[in-house]
């Protein structure tokens, strides 16, 4: 092989100083060694054997007749060098095809053993918590009223993209992992910026949480991180939250986010939806949970309230949990008629008028529409008329002004009936008062009236003295 090489070598630099070619080449073609040669310049090579050329036929690639044996050589050497491979090869599989299981159970640990590297080095890194699994309803405590209590909670894919964003020389506070009792904190945390952190708090029962306020408050991104940190407690992660996480086991994690609009298959925003909705109800069991973003939206309001209410009253009785963001303030009061829906609102600040990106456990939020563009410059007279029009047209509006209205009138009844009894009372009080001093004044005189009732209460006294002044 090194004669065939310096030998063509040798060729190949004598073409190049006759003009053969650019420089000195030498390449393989159908398996063997051969020389670069111009067409034009091919007797500089006489004899030899043209193996190919190139696409415009303006360079052959010629075998010299003195490399022709050694080439043969060269070819029948890899012949045998490919089968004593094959045998070797062969020896080698059927080896160990007999220890497979072997091999596989050894496999499996290597794979099990870097993976808890993999977990450890993660959770350090995110100077995560140890989460630990809720109990079934059999097993609930008093002080362990919340299935779901995770404190702190910072979006896992956010924080580490801000975490990739701080300078190398970051380190965590402590190498030691976060057992639950202490909350992550970086040298340098102060120069990034990181996610807010959201407390997560749902308690047993609950089986559907309905999540709203304005957009860009964080509404999404909440339920996100719920589903992202159940889904890392399946795989044995630490979680980025403060004190001992703690939530259920979902079998299946089942979410509804985004546009699912697709102009391949013809379908609308609102048709998108209702496509990935059904596949979700087709599949929920009772130890599911289902994410759904914007139920109901892309279509009329009014159906499209209608359709919200009755998917979720399907789904509290099939799913461990659903979590749903909305625009809807009728979604937000099926609370009052059942207590295994839950409400949650994302924090608006009226002051500074942008969202504070935390969530409000048991409330219920406005959407804030003309607050957010009032605060990004909107034209004023815009947003006055604006505010005339919801006042006017809105079926929630109006729906709350009339519950306002006749909670007033049934409480000013209510007072008004209990002064009434309390008037007849003292009517019923007076009037036999009159009738026996009546009795008394026309039987026996005023001077036996007197004497009878100075001995009276204080206020027959003062009823009596008004009657006879």
Request: with cysteine.
């Amino acid at each position: 092989m090194d004669n065939l090489e310096s030998l063509l070598k040798q060729l190949s630099t004598q073409v190049f100083q006759g003009g053969g070619f650019d420089r000195p080449l030498v390449t393989k073609r159908r398996s063997r060694l051969c020389v670069a040669v111009r067409a034009s310049h091919r007797s500089l090579l006489p004899n030899s054997i043209i193996l190919d050329t190139s696409s415009s036929g303006s360079t052959y690639f010629m075998e010299p007749k003195e490399a022709v044996e050694l080439n043969n050589m060269e070819v029948k050497l890899s012949s045998s060098e490919r089968v004593e491979e094959q045998t070797i090869l062969s020896l080698l599989t059927s080896e160990i095809s007999e220890s497979n299981m072997k091999i596989k159970h050894l496999l499996d640990k290597i794979l099990e053993i870097d993976l808890a590297f993999a977990r450890a080095g993660h959770a350090q890194w995110m100077g995560a918590a140890c989460p630990a699994l809720s109990p079934r309803n059999c097993n609930i405590s008093q002080s362990e009223h919340l299935s779901i209590k995770v404190e702190g909670i910072q979006h896992p894919l956010l924080l580490e993209s801000s975490l990739r964003n701080l300078s190398t020389d970051v380190s965590p506070r402590s190498p030691d992992l976060n057992q639950g009792n202490d909350v992550m904190n970086f040298e340098t945390k102060s120069h990034a910026h990181f996610p807010v952190p959201i407390d997560i708090k749902i308690g047993h029962g609950t089986k559907v949480v309905v999540i709203s306020g304005p957009n860009t408050g964080g509404k999404t991104a909440s339920m996100k991180t719920l589903g992202l940190v159940s889904m890392m407690l399946k795989a044995g992660m630490y979680l980025p939250a403060q004190n001992k996480p703690r939530l259920p086991w979902f079998d299946l994690i089942l979410a509804d986010i985004g546009d699912q609009q697709s102009l391949e298959q013809s379908l609308s925003t609102f048709s998108g939806h209702i496509s990935r909705l059904r596949e979700i109800l087709e599949v929920v069991s009772r130890e599911s949970l289902v994410l759904i973003d914007e139920l109901g939206s892309g279509t009329d309001p009014s159906e499209g309230v209608a359709l919200s209410e009755s998917v979720l009253q399907y789904l509290k009785d099939r799913v461990n949990l659903a979590v749903v963001t909305t625009h809807y303030a009728d979604l937000t009061r099926l609370k009052e008629k059942d207590n295994r829906f839950e409400t949650a609102a994302t924090e608006f600040s009226l002051e500074t008028l942008q969202p504070t990106y935390r969530i409000l456990w048991g409330s219920m939020g406005e959407s804030n529409a003309l607050n957010i563009a009032k605060s990004m410059g909107f034209d004023e007279r815009i947003i006055e008329r604006a505010v005339l029009w919801v006042n006017k047209l809105r079926p929630d509006k109006q729906q709350e002004q009339k519950g306002l209205l006749y909670r007033s009138l049934i409480e000013e009844r209510d007072r008004l009936e209990s002064q009434a009894m309390e008037a007849a009372s003292l009517h019923s009080d007076i009037m036999n008062i009159y009738n026996e001093v009546s009795f008394w004044y026309f039987s026996w005189g005023f001077s036996s009236l007197s004497h009878s009732y100075i001995l009276g209460t204080n206020e027959r006294k003062k009823v009596l003295i008004s009657l006879l002044l």
